[in-house]
């Protein structure tokens, strides 16, 4: 008959096994070689820079005071930077390779109201050849952050470019800059104001050689559905039937590449010529006038999804600044569960035959 006690079951707690594993590291300090191997040859493994310990008596303490010099950085390895025969996968070349959402503040020049300091999310990638095992992508930022202090300019993204290119060593590159930019709206009626905020990126793209300057802008709107309006009017005079047309949250992703020879294209230029393609931008200060005015200005300008990117295309072919450019529209339905969407393309710069498949899930705007 066996009989158990329960404090010899009983697991035991990890204060006691701390305990026990110092009162055993104590013991093994002071025994032989032989004596530890009698009791159990596993316990040398616990006496850190014994003769029988499998590993040396490493430091645990951070050095605070330690200093690195030159010929000390030389012996660092550099894996990144390795020989071509530690490549992994196909030895194939990389279009783009670099660090995506590193954040600091930038000085914009603004059209209306000097200079404004905008927290700037940078993406900076480069070409990798094919022989080549990899970057250092640090040098993608502090290239970056040689020329942050200045006001920007695409004079001073070049700048940035060249120097990351000459110290990557590569051909092709791209630097994005992707900010909120706040511009001053006033309201219908009310004569009230307030700031509206646009997602804008920049953009300096080098391939071969060559040098395209691209600003991109998420313009918010209302679009009100003509068929529906229509359909609403026809209740309200044929059955005296109360209808009212259904109208939704809209973004449109306008891109354009820049020609400076043309002259300055202005974030606040960019802007307007959104407005006037689409009037019923989205409101900031709202008083009941100022409803009832939204209201009215939705019913002046129906629009379907397909008319957004010919409206938007209208005011970009009319501006000599703007080269090549592309028009993404997203009216988020209020009747339907899918949204409408339409892509207007011209030129060769943003022509493509695949589309992102998450592209349009970008299009939304959150208040």
Same mark, same amino acid.
């Given at each position: 008959?066996?009989?158990?006690?329960?404090?010899?079951?009983?697991?035991?707690?990890?204060?006691?096994?701390?305990?026990?594993?110092?009162?055993?590291?104590?013991?093994?300090?002071?025994?032989?070689?032989? #004596?530890?191997?009698?009791?159990?040859?596993?316990?040398?493994?616990?006496?850190?820079?014994?003769?029988?310990?499998?590993?040396?008596?490493?430091?645990?303490?951070?050095?605070?005071?330690?200093?690195?010099? #030159?010929?000390?950085?030389?012996?660092?390895?550099?894996?990144?930077?390795?020989?071509?025969?530690?490549?992994?996968?196909?030895?194939?070349?990389?279009?783009?390779?670099?660090?995506?959402?590193?954040?600091?503040?930038?000085?914009?020049?603004?059209?209306?109201?000097?200079?404004?300091?905008?927290?700037?999310?940078?993406?900076?990638?480069?070409?990798?050849?094919?022989?080549?095992?990899?970057?250092?992508?640090?040098?993608?930022?502090?290239?970056?952050?040689?020329?942050?202090?200045?006001?920007?300019?695409? #004079?001073?993204?070049?700048?940035?470019?060249?120097? =990351?290119?000459?110290?990557?060593?590569?051909?092709?590159?791209?630097?994005?800059?992707?900010?909120?930019?706040?511009?001053?709206?006033?309201?219908?009626?009310?004569?009230?104001?307030?700031?509206?905020?646009?997602?804008?990126?920049?953009?300096?793209?080098?391939?071969?050689?060559?040098?395209?300057?691209?600003?991109?802008?998420? =313009?918010?709107?209302?679009?009100?559905?003509?068929?529906?309006?229509?359909?609403?009017?026809?209740?309200?005079?044929?059955?005296?039937?109360?209808?009212?047309?259904?109208?939704?949250?809209?973004?449109?992703?306008?891109?354009?590449?820049?020609?400076?020879?043309?002259?300055?294209?202005?974030?606040?230029?960019?802007?307007?010529?959104?407005?006037?393609?689409?009037?019923?931008?989205?409101?900031?200060?709202?008083?009941?006038?100022?409803?009832?005015?939204?209201?009215?200005?939705?019913?002046?300008?129906?629009?379907?999804?397909?008319?957004?990117?010919?409206?938007?295309?209208?005011?970009?072919?009319?501006?000599?600044?703007?080269?090549?450019?592309?028009?993404?529209?997203?009216?988020?339905?209020?009747?339907?569960?899918?949204?409408?969407?339409?892509?207007?393309?011209?030129?060769?710069?943003?022509?493509?035959?695949?589309?992102?498949?998450?592209?349009?899930?970008?299009?939304?705007?959150?208040?």
């Amino acid at each position: 008959m066996n009989i158990h006690t329960p404090i010899l079951d009983a697991a035991p707690e990890r204060e006691e096994a701390e305990a026990a594993l110092t009162l055993l590291r104590k013991w093994a300090k002071g025994a032989t070689a032989t #004596e530890i191997l009698e009791l159990d040859p596993s316990v040398a493994r616990l006496v850190p820079g014994g003769d029988m310990a499998d590993y040396p008596a490493f430091s645990r303490e951070y050095p605070e005071g330690f200093e690195t010099d #030159e010929g000390y950085k030389s012996t660092l390895p550099d894996l990144q930077n390795g020989p071509s025969s530690l490549i992994r996968g196909a030895r194939q070349q990389i279009q783009h390779v670099g660090i995506s959402n590193f954040r600091l503040p930038i000085r914009f020049r603004t059209r209306d109201n000097g200079e404004l300091m905008l927290e700037t999310s940078v993406t900076g990638s480069v070409s990798l050849e094919a022989d080549k095992k990899g970057i250092n992508m640090s040098r993608i930022m502090r290239s970056f952050y040689k020329h942050a202090e200045a006001t920007f300019s695409f #004079e001073v993204i070049e700048a940035a470019l060249d120097d =990351y290119i000459s110290d990557l060593e590569s051909f092709d590159a791209r630097i994005q800059m992707r900010f909120s930019f706040p511009m001053k709206v006033d309201s219908l009626r009310s004569g009230l104001s307030g700031y509206q905020y646009y997602d804008i990126a920049l953009e300096l793209v080098e391939t071969g050689g060559v040098r395209k300057k691209i600003m991109h802008l998420d =313009y918010v709107y209302s679009s009100t559905c003509p068929c529906s309006l229509e359909l609403s009017e026809h209740a309200r005079a044929t059955r005296g039937q109360l209808a009212t047309p259904h109208s939704q949250r809209s973004v449109a992703r306008v891109s354009v590449e820049i020609d400076d020879d043309a002259g300055c294209l202005w974030f606040e230029d960019l802007i307007e010529a959104c407005r006037r393609a689409v009037p019923t931008e989205t409101q900031v200060m709202v008083k009941r006038e100022d409803e009832q005015a939204f209201a009215e200005l939705n019913a002046a300008n129906p629009i379907f999804v397909e008319d957004a990117a010919r409206l938007f295309c209208e005011q970009l072919q009319a501006d000599v600044r703007v080269g090549d450019f592309r028009v993404i529209a997203s009216h988020q339905e209020s009747l339907h569960s899918h949204d409408a969407v339409s892509v207007l393309v011209e030129g060769e710069t943003f022509a493509a035959e695949s589309l992102d498949p998450k592209l349009f899930n970008t299009l939304f705007h959150v208040g």
